[in-house]
């Protein structure tokens, strides 16, 4: 079966400054991209990449 996932940051958690941006790419949105490599290399992760319009990111992957 396929799903489609999406991940959005809400509008509250969003940085508010250059120096928080920065922190929360490098401790959110780096890992968080890091971890899809080995589910696509495992082709469970069949597409994805980022929303337009929106912080967020989705991805259709395949389980049982």
Known sequence: MQYLIQMRLSSSAR??????????????ISPTLDLCKKPQEEKKILAGGPMSGAVAIAHIVTAE
């Open 15 to 28: 940085p508010t400054t250059q120096e928080d941006g920065i922190a929360f790419i490098e401790q959110s």
